[in-house]
């Protein structure tokens, strides 16, 4: 069992950074593939990023390639998300979610824990 935390969502104009931040708890963090996802109003939930226990394989959506950068700090039991360059289309309640297997995945449905989620506002 997992509990998961978000936190680092807010108002910014486009063209800025922001970081989230998921903090986890429970001593198997090490053992969790980690994701992000968000979800804009009126559509579905969507897959941004994902990284593997060691950190050392990571995948991205098409739509964030190259500007997000997803990590994770196995010490704090911490996730991250590093967004530059952002656009008013990255406007979304970002969710983080673990999974408690080996490989990452895409797929919201197969992540079985999910924290509440943290607003993410892009002005233009």
């Known amino acids: 069992q997992v509990q998961l935390v978000e936190s680092g969502g807010g108002l910014v104009q486009a063209g800025g950074s922001l970081r989230l931040v998921c903090a986890a708890s429970?001593?198997?963090?090490?053992?969790?593939?980690m994701g992000w996802f968000r979800q804009a109003p009126g559509k579905e939930r969507e897959f941004v990023a994902t990284?593997?226990?060691?950190?050392?394989?990571?995948y991205y959506a098409d739509s964030v390639k190259g500007r997000f950068t997803i990590s994770r700090d196995n010490a704090k039991n911490t996730v991250y998300l590093e967004m530059n360059s952002l656009k008013p289309g990255d406007t979304a309640v970002y969710y983080c979610a673990a999974r408690l297997v080996a490989a990452a995945s895409s797929d919201s449905g197969a992540y079985p824990y999910w924290g509440q989620g943290t607003q993410v506002t892009v002005s233009s």
């Open positions: 990284i593997t226990w060691s950190g050392a394989r990571t």
């Open positions: 429970g001593r198997t963090f090490i053992s969790y593939v």
